[in-house]
């Protein structure tokens, strides 16, 4: 698990943030889950995020002020195969997030969730050196993005900076899609189908 706690400025005052980005998984179908690997996730990925903002919300509320930034996924709202269990830890991770964003928003605590798709990092990475094909692999999930291709990591951290920050205070519950436009609708065509764009 790893969390980051950064200072940002928010309404004028120097406040104490939180960004919960707790990640593990296991590639299995249901058929070959375990009891012990659900468990491992859910304690990682929920009770992590959970008891990451319950550590910091007493100093927030008491200064009435701070920011908490929930790292979700864009599988919290659409299932990715054989990732059942970490499909189902970051709804958990996104329902925690917007629950505490309700109870808490009267004490000054702004709560969102940032939910990534597929970056160049830990776990898109895993998936392209597990491939038979990795320049296959990824010409092919490059050819889904919108924009054409895959995110940087440093580009989903600025959004989540941006949700520390003052530009951000409209938001509380928000879940913001880092996925370079996947999300943003059912399917998309590239010109390669035959048919108009």
């Known amino acids: 698990m790893r969390r980051l706690a950064v200072k940002a400025q928010i309404k004028d005052t120097t406040s104490l943030g939180l960004v919960t980005a707790a990640a593990i998984l296991d590639v299995a179908d ?20 959970a008891l990451a903002m319950k550590a910091v919300l007493p100093q927030m509320i008491a200064a009435k002020s701070g920011a908490i930034v929930a790292i979700a996924s864009m599988n919290a709202l659409s299932a990715e195969q054989q990732l059942m269990t970490y499909n189902a830890t970051k709804a958990a991770t996104r329902q925690i997030a917007r629950t505490v964003a309700l109870d808490h928003a009267r004490n000054g605590v702004q709560v969102n969730v940032l939910s990534p798709g597929a970056m160049m990092a830990g776990l898109f990475k895993r998936h392209l050196e597990s491939a038979a094909d990795g320049a296959k692999f990824l010409a092919t999930r490059e050819a889904r993005q919108p924009i054409g291709r895959i995110l ?45 764009v």
């Open 30 to 49: 249901v058929i070959d889950v375990t009891p012990e690997s659900i468990a491992r996730a859910c304690h990682v990925n929920i009770t992590g995020t």
């Open 152 to 196: 940087e990591a440093a580009e989903v951290a600025r959004a989540a900076l941006y949700l520390l920050s003052d530009g951000a205070t409209a938001l509380q519950g928000a879940d913001v899609a880092a996925d370079g436009g996947v999300t943003a609708g059912f399917d998309f065509r590239t010109g390669t189908e035959g048919a108009s």
